[in-house]
């Protein structure tokens, strides 16, 4: 596994944007799928987005599609998320994900990831 650390969570209004970074501890970094996931409250972890380490393949769910953005700087081997337009439904602690390398897994199966951050809260008020 590879340690990953999240930051850039808070509380924000509708509307507002906030930009989430996870970064890892691992040289092998550019060769991960990597992903977005969070969890609401009482509900099941839930996929956001992820990218293979193609850069060109990106993936999101249709619920963050055209409001969320995920980018990788595998210079400094960190994921990025940029949420604009947030919405209350979008509260949630939100986690990152790395796989094993050049693992073309089910991008949105959390079980098809092997490395975990901690999250970060996101709370949205109206």
């Known amino acids: 596994q590879v340690p990953l650390v999240e930051s850039g969570g808070g509380s924000v209004q509708t509307g507002d944007s906030l930009r989430l970074a996870c970064t890892a501890s691992?040289?092998?970094?550019?060769?991960?799928?990597v992903a977005w996931f969070r969890q609401a409250a009482g509900k099941e972890r839930e996929f956001v987005a992820a990218?293979?380490?193609?850069?060109?393949?990106?993936y999101y769910a249709e619920s963050v599609k055209d409001r969320f953005t995920i980018s990788r700087d595998n210079a400094v081997k960190t994921l990025y998320l940029q949420m604009n337009n947030l919405k209350p439904s979008d509260t949630a602690v939100y986690y990152c994900?790395?796989?094993?390398?050049?693992?073309?897994?089910?991008?949105?199966?959390?079980?098809?990831?092997?490395?975990w951050g901690q999250g970060t809260q996101v709370t949205v008020s109206s």
């Open positions: 691992s040289r092998a970094f550019s060769t991960y799928t």
């Open positions: 990218m293979r380490w193609t850069f060109v393949d990106t």
């Open positions: 994900a790395a796989s094993s390398p050049y693992y073309e897994n089910d991008y949105a199966r959390a079980e098809d990831y092997r490395s």
